[in-house]
Nanobody, 122 residues
Framework: VQLLASGGGLVQAGGSLRLSCAAS????????MGWFRQAPGKEREIVAN????????SYADSVKGRFTISRDNAKNTVYLQMNSLKPEDTAVYYC????????????????WGQGTQVTVSS
């Protein structure tokens, strides 16, 4: 399994970014895809996840109403649309995959992308 994350950058507070995670290497119909982030000096935390089979989603409380996770079957790609960005959203964002049920714990994900930096200026 290979996950390639892209789309990070520098944006002002209140702005938007869309992250992409291109997945390859197998059929992902039985997988859950997650977006995580890690700020300097902090632990990696889940942002959102999506079940590939039925697009069922869940979000961290800190991003509910601002971020949207989605997937495109034809492109084998998962997206994270981030709106109303805040300085506290600044972090390296990672996409990850696990087979089976949707879980929140970082250690439960088996495959990880390389991370993309998101910086939100105030």
């Amino acid at each position: 399994v290979q996950l390639l994350a892209s789309g990070g950058g520098l944006v002002q507070a209140g702005g938007s970014l869309r992250l992409s995670c291109a997945a390859s290497g197998r059929t992902f119909s039985s997988y859950v895809m997650g977006w995580f982030r890690q700020a300097p000096g902090k632990e990696r935390e889940i942002v959102a996840n999506i079940r590939w089979s039925d697009s069922s989603t869940s979000y961290a409380d800190s991003v509910k109403g601002r971020f949207t996770i989605s997937r495109d079957n034809a492109k084998n790609t998962v997206y994270l649309q981030m709106n109303s960005l805040k300085p506290e959203d600044t972090a390296v964002y990672y996409c990850a995959a696990r087979r089976g049920i949707a879980l929140q714990m970082t250690y439960s994900y088996d495959y990880w992308g390389q991370g993309t930096q998101v910086t939100v200026s105030s």
